[in-house]
């Protein structure tokens, strides 16, 4: 076993005997984590009435996203115990696959790539707070080919105003599916308009990010970001590998996003945003823009005992690049539904497109993507099971139709995760 290996699994070794020493400890300063309760459920075989109760609990909780507030640090946090332990979790995703053509179209870091079996990602996530006036989150990705650093940033806890900011290397909130995580997705692998337009890791990089709660009857909440472009992985519609110095303001990455949330109904609230993302172009001289806009609608009953959930989420992203001669253009969207139809069980649905970049003037070649020369469509379905909330099991099919193939590409995904730790519940 290499150097590189033995350094990773040691890592990983000692962060989960941390988490066993922290969950020992009891109630001295630990954080608190699901364990007891999940695992309490299960042994009480999971009575009807236990489930809708804890249902409708969890449901009133996250009816509609909460304002921010200045928070009083508890004892605990500024304890020892709780310094000399922070919350860790390891978060292990696995996936068997299976590609009617090894030449697939699959754009995301960790999708699914070869036929056989894939290490999407181990993901070892550190979150801790680091004084009355900051939070430190960490999250390191471990795969087949060594360790990745996706995020470490800090935020700030009590800013006045409804301001909130952090820096290090984040995930940018652009859209809806940008700042999170394979594990909080309803599907395998990423839509590929996020491959396409930010690269296979999505949009991150060093920089810093201001936030700022409107005082308003319904939420509201505006985000400007400040960034390194970053790599063709990270960043692929504004910088190349050879052009990742910045020399001036103009070369840095600046992305915005107004974000909304509406409760149309008890049962039901509506998420709507509009995010923007300036930057240099792939190429000397150039320019790129990005435009988008997500909507999100859930409906969860919590005026009544109910395990069913259904999730309405889109995303659309217009794309215009400023090259020597021209103008290229080109939308790119993906839409999906999902259902919660048993406590543990539910399906999903998505529909994807991405159209060829329009120039102009004259035909040319894309330089990003010169094979894309129509529409690509795919579409995909999965079903899903949870034995608990630490582990999740899904099998999923798709049809990808790129329109400059003659077939499509098929291919079938199943995929496990399970998740060690205090792993925290996922925005809404």
């Known amino acids: 076993m ?20 922290a969950a020992a400890a009891g109630p001295d300063g630990t954080p608190p984590t699901e364990s007891d309760d999940v695992f309490a459920e299960v042994e009480a075989g999971l009575s009807p009435n236990a489930a809708a109760g804890e249902s409708e609990r969890t449901a009133a909780a996250q009816a509609k996203p909460r304002a921010r507030t200045s928070p009083t640090i508890p004892a605990r946090a500024a304890s020892a115990s709780g310094v000399m332990n922070p919350e860790l979790s390891v978060i292990a995703n696995f996936a068997a696959a299976a590609f009617s053509d090894e030449h697939h179209l699959e754009s995301g ?29 960490a999250h390191l990705a471990f795969g087949e080919e060594g360790v990745e650093l996706e995020e470490a940033f800090a935020t700030t806890l009590g800013l006045p ?66 960034m390194n472009p970053g790599s063709p992985n990270t960043a692929r519609s504004f910088a190349s590998e050879d052009e990742r110095a ?35 172009g792939a190429a000397s001289g150039e320019r ?32 215009r690049r400023h090259l020597a001669l021209q103008t290229l253009t ?16 539910g399906t999903a649905a998505r529909y994807e497109l991405g159209t060829p970049a329009y120039p102009t003037g004259p035909r040319v070649t894309d330089p990003l993507d010169p094979a894309w020369q129509a529409t690509r469509f795919r579409v995909s379905a999965n079903v899903t099971h949870w034995p608990s909330e630490f582990s999740r099991f899904r099998l999923q099919g ?3 139709m790129p329109g400059w193939r003659p077939r499509p590409v ?4 199943l995929a496990a995760e399970f998740v060690v730790g205090a792993h925290g519940a996922h925005t809404f």
């Open 161 to 226: 105003g409804g301001l909130q900011a952090r820096m290090g290397q984040f995930l940018s909130r652009f859209g809806r599916i940008n700042a999170t995580h394979p594990h909080a997705w309803n599907f395998v692998d990423q839509p590929f308009a996020l491959g396409r337009i930010f690269g296979g890791d999505g949009n991150r990089g060093l920089g810093a990010e201001v936030s700022w709660l409107a005082p308003l009857p319904w939420y509201v909440e505006a985000v400007a970001s400040l």
């Open 398 to 400: 798709s049809a990808d």
């Open 246 to 280: 910045v020399r001036e303001l103009g070369a840095l990455l600046y992305v915005g996003a107004l974000k909304q949330s509406f409760e149309l109904a008890d049962d039901w609230t509506l998420l709507f945003g509009t995010s923007g993302a300036f930057g240099p």
């Open 109 to 137: 870091a960790h999708d699914p790539e070869r036929t056989g079996f894939n290490l999407q990602a181990l993901e070892l996530s550190v979150r801790s707070v680091v004084d009355p006036y900051l939070r430190f989150d």
């Open 2 to 21: 290499s150097q590189r290996w033995r350094s990773a699994l040691a890592l990983v070794a000692l962060s989960l005997g941390a988490t066993a020493r």
């Open 288 to 319: 790129a823009e990005v435009y988008g806009t997500d909507l999100f609608m859930k409906y969860r009953p919590i005026t009544r005992a109910s395990t069913t959930e259904l999730t309405w989420q889109t995303e659309l992203f217009y794309r």
């Open 330 to 345: 080109d939308v790119n969207g993906y839409t999906e539904v999902f259902l919660r139809f048993a406590r543990r069980w």
């Open 410 to 413: 098929y291919a079938v995904f």
